[in-house]
């Protein structure tokens, strides 16, 4: 089996950004349980964590941060 057929076959797919962290050792679980709560696989999609930054600008000019999906 190819590697990129193992990849696209599986259930799951994990993305990380290199350049950002994980301050919660169980977000990955908070994922899995977003993920699982459907009853059909049909109506999830993916779980995108909130993206926010220490020391940024108040009233964010360049629209780096996800803060709308906290609200």
């Known amino acids: 089996t190819r590697v990129s057929g193992v990849m ?3 259930p799951f797919m994990l993305n990380l950004d290199c350049d950002m962290f994980v301050n919660n ?3 990955l679980y908070h994922a899995l349980c977003l993920l699982l709560g ?3 696989e049909v109506q999830s999609g ?3 964590f909130p993206q926010m930054f220490h020391g940024a600008l108040k009233d964010d000019p360049y629209g780096n941060q996800l803060k ?3 609200k």
Do not use: D, H
């Open 8 to 10: 696209t076959n599986a």
């Open 25 to 27: 050792p169980k977000a």
């Open 38 to 40: 459907f009853e059909s």
């Open 46 to 48: 993916f779980v995108q």
């Open 68 to 70: 709308v999906l906290i």
